[in-house]
């Protein structure tokens, strides 16, 4: 129960894409939220999208316009299509399920977490 795992990640080219997968092995996923962090090296976690239980989706501003986050109820699924992809992108990028819908940007909010992908943008 809880068990996230992120696939997708890799080396890219600037102005590229990658579509990042969170798998869920909670057979509640219809009902969680889900959210995309991303850690830098030597930076702290920020928050990068989420989608509610509802659909709704939320993104930080530097991602947004670049960025969509989708659900796949039935395959317990997100998805984070990332397009035109900047150097700065480059980070590990985890996915974190939470209950509730509130603090759904909060990184202390989310109750699991997957291992992490890695994602790298060459200039």
């Known amino acids: 129960q809880g068990q996230l795992v992120e696939t997708g990640g890799g080396l890219v080219q600037a102005g590229g894409s990658l579509r990042l997968a969170c798998v869920a092995s909670?057979?509640?996923?219809?009902?969680?939220?889900i959210g995309w962090f991303r850690q830098a090296p030597g930076k702290k976690r920020e928050f990068v999208a989420a989608?509610?239980?509802?659909?709704?989706?939320h993104y930080a501003y530097y991602v947004s316009g670049r960025f969509t986050i989708s659900r796949d109820n039935a395959k317990n699924t997100v998805y984070l299509q990332m397009n035109s992809l900047k150097p700065e992108d480059t980070a590990v990028y985890y996915c974190?399920?939470?209950?509730?819908?509130?603090?759904?940007?909060?990184?202390?909010?989310?109750?699991?977490w997957g291992q992490g992908t890695q994602v790298t943008v060459s200039s």
């Open positions: 974190a399920s939470k209950s509730l819908e509130t603090s759904i940007v909060v990184e202390g909010a989310y109750d699991y």
């Open positions: 989608i509610t239980w509802s659909g709704k989706n």
């Open positions: 909670d057979r509640a996923f219809s009902g969680m939220n």
